[in-house]
């Protein structure tokens, strides 16, 4: 059976709103990633509170790194969002754990995936033709 879905194309507007909305949340784990890769004492307190062994640090760090570097790249932006959306569902399993505020802590990742599949939404014709939107 072929699909009738045709690719949407994505206007300057769109297309730019969608760099944005994307660059926010791709800055915010970048400098996440790298701040666990820095093995700063706030890092380490982190892990300390939230029960996972500081050894688990260089590896997440690489992990977040790496999903934000697949998303960035407009060939591999949709890999890269599903996995950023699998690092963040995992963030927000561990603040339900622990006991966080529900809506900084707990909803703060899922406010995150919505920016990232937002902004690419806005940005990559694909995905618009994947989930139409109809009006």
């Given at each position: 059976?072929?699909?009738?879905?045709?690719?949407?194309?994505?206007?300057?507007?769109?297309?730019?709103?969608?760099?944005?909305?994307?660059?926010?949340?791709?800055?915010?784990?970048?400098?996440?990633?790298?701040?666990?890769l820095?093995?700063?004492?706030?890092?380490?307190?982190?892990?300390?509170?939230?029960?996972?062994?500081?050894?688990?640090?260089?590896?997440?760090?690489?992990?977040?790194?790496?999903?934000?570097?697949?998303?960035?790249?407009?060939?591999?932006?949709?890999?890269?969002?599903?996995?950023?959306?699998?690092?963040?569902?995992?963030?927000?399993?561990?603040?339900v754990?622990?006991?966080?505020?529900?809506?900084?802590?707990?909803?703060?990742?899922f406010?995150?995936?919505?920016?990232?599949?937002?902004?690419?939404?806005?940005?990559?014709?694909?995905?618009?033709?994947?989930?139409?939107?109809?009006?």
């Amino acid at each position: 059976m072929r699909s009738t879905t045709q690719a949407v194309p994505v206007s300057k507007k769109n297309l730019w709103a969608g760099r944005v909305m994307s660059a926010l949340p791709a800055m915010m784990l970048l400098f996440s990633g790298i701040m666990k890769l820095t093995g700063m004492d706030a890092v380490l307190e982190g892990f300390a509170k939230l029960g996972y062994p500081t050894s688990l640090i260089l590896g997440i760090g690489i992990l977040e790194i790496a999903c934000v570097v697949l998303y960035v790249i407009p060939r591999t932006a949709v890999l890269g969002a599903i996995l950023v959306t699998g690092y963040l569902g995992g963030a927000v399993a561990t603040h339900v754990r622990v006991g966080d505020p529900f809506f900084s802590h707990v909803l703060g990742p899922f406010y995150l995936g919505v920016l990232v599949w937002g902004g690419l939404f806005l940005r990559e014709e694909r995905l618009r033709a994947l989930i139409p939107v109809r009006s």
